[in-house]
T-cell receptor, first 111, second 114 residues
């Protein structure tokens, strides 16, 4: 069965450091991989999308990599700030109208 | 431009009651979907629609009905509420059903079934 796994449920880092989140998947051939941010009591907010033929995508302090051989995506937050504290969700889109989500990784950035 | 609007924000139901969760978007998006989110689990797709008059089942459709009579609205109906349906429900939309775009989510409906 299809499975999406995100690394440890919680990640605590010091302000200014880089947070690295992992998304691994099995039995899946996504055309796109997306990352969302979710704050407590709120709906997910779209951050970045990377296509299967792209290796890396950047947006401000965010960087996403996508390795279809390893079936893995890495999500980096550089120069982290306390405002980056949230839960980050990985989502896979196989172009079948069904976006599938991982359980998320909660990031806490300490000042 | 309000985006995706969900009502109500909170609801308590008794087992066996029925209700409709409302979802409306003002972005003229063709694709709309309903997810439920439970602690420790990823968002799970309940039903989706790729346009007015077209709906299909997602991963966990049992106990839920949907219809799409207009582009703007996509209500989710709970036929006979069960405690297992206690969850947070999110509606999401996307401009192009098959395109490389992110989804816009509503703020959610927190449902408790007692």
């Amino acid at each position: 069965s299809q499975k999406i796994e995100q690394n440890s449920e919680a990640l605590n880092i010091q302000e200014g450091k880089t947070a690295t989140l992992t998304c691994n998947y099995t039995n899946y051939s996504p055309a796109y991989l997306q990352w969302y941010r979710q704050d407590p009591g709120r709906g997910p907010v779209f951050l970045l999308l990377i296509r299967e033929n792209e290796k890396e995508k950047r947006k401000e302090r965010l960087k996403v990599t996508f390795d279809t051989t390893l079936k893995q995506s890495l999500f980096h937050i550089t120069a982290s700030q306390p405002a980056d504290s949230a839960t980050y969700l990985c989502a896979l889109d196989a172009k079948d109208y069904k976006l599938s989500f991982g359980a998320g990784t909660t990031v806490t950035v300490r000042a | 431009n309000a985006g995706v609007t969900q009502t109500p924000k909170f609801q308590v139901l008794k087992t066996g009651q029925s209700m409709t969760l409302q979802c409306a978007q003002d972005m003229n998006h063709e694709y709309m979907s309903w997810y439920r989110q439970d602690p420790g689990m990823g968002l799970r797709l309940i039903h989706y629609s790729v346009g007015a008059g077209i709906t299909d089942q997602g991963e966990v459709p049992n106990g839920y009905n949907v219809s799409r009579s207009t582009t703007e609205d996509f209500p989710l109906r709970l036929l006979s509420a069960a405690p297992s349906q206690t969850s947070v429900y999110f509606c999401a939309s996307r401009r192009d059903p098959g395109g490389a775009f992110g989804y816009t989510f509503g703020s959610g409906t927190r449902l408790t079934v007692v």
